[in-house]
């Protein structure tokens, strides 16, 4: 009688010449373009292979298809935490670009709800060189008293990555000329050393004083704002990941995977 469909998914089988989420993206996608379908179908078959499908990423978003409906969806599970796009945006081959006044997205996923404290991450893959100004990439944020989650990838000259405590020394911080690059903040631990940055696969930083505050926002993960209205993002971005704190060998493996996908694209920035 063969495989009952429904347990296809679960065995990581190919159905249909693809595995069962880039399956599940072409279904609701429509994509027909067999570059992006094979680039995702790798990406997806590194995911496994590196043990990383067993829940690592919550949420990616890959940006590829070239409109906001393709741009949307989550891959890793296109029911769950779908993008909505406000303000001004350009979708195009090469990522989504937000005006850098208007332009946010919500991920529907709430920070506080969904993402457990010492065991995060949040990443961006950004295509453009700008901005000292204040611009968060990923984030949100919650006054009185202050809770926090974010990446900014060249605020003042800095890449920095808050994680529910804005008090320096909590977050790490480092000069940063170029916010190109695939940026990744993960937190599995409130000691020092326990949230990291890394830049294209690297470490590039960590906090250096204890965490003390430990409470995400409650409220919805944002794309290329930490509040609409409040550092809004001009960066154009190739890919986001959502999920569970990474160790450095799975965050290294991440930032490849990720490239790898923008590569075959030719949109990769290093």
Request: hydrophobic share 40%; aromatic share 8%; net charge neutral.
């Amino acid at each position: 009688m063969g495989t009952p469909a429904f347990i296809v998914p679960i065995m990581g089988k190919r159905v249909g010449g693809y595995l069962p989420l880039t399956t599940a993206w072409i279904a609701a996608t429509g994509e027909t373009d067999t570059t992006i379908l094979n680039a995702l179908n790798t990406f997806e078959a590194s995911l496994i292979a590196n043990g990383m499908n067993t829940g690592d990423l919550i949420a990616y978003y890959p940006m590829v298809g070239g409109n906001a409906t393709k741009h949307a969806f989550n891959f890793i599970n296109t029911s769950l935490y779908n993008l909505t796009f406000n303000g001004v945006w350009t979708h195009s081959a090469t990522g989504a670009l937000p005006n850098g006044t208007n332009g946010y997205a919500t991920t529907n996923m709430n920070a506080n709800t969904v993402l457990t404290q010492n065991d995060a991450h949040i990443s961006f893959y950004s295509r453009t060189n700008a901005a000292t100004a204040s611009r968060t990439s990923i984030g949100c944020y919650l006054a009185g008293p202050p809770n926090v989650l974010a990446l900014n990838l060249k605020q003042s000259g800095n890449a920095l990555a808050t994680n529910a405590s804005n008090t320096a020394g909590q977050y790490p911080v480092i000069a940063n000329s170029d916010s190109t690059g695939f940026y990744l903040s993960s937190k599995v631990s409130s000691a020092i050393g326990g949230l990291t940055l890394d830049k294209n696969g690297t470490q590039i930083a960590a906090n250096t004083v204890a965490i003390t505050t430990n409470s995400y926002p409650n409220l919805n993960i944002l794309i290329s704002t930490l509040s609409p209205g409040l550092q809004n993002d001009d960066k154009e971005t190739a890919g986001i990941t959502i999920g569970l704190g990474l160790n450095s060998t799975k965050r290294g493996q991440l930032a490849s995977m990720i490239n790898t996908l923008n590569t075959a694209l030719s949109r990769n920035v290093y």
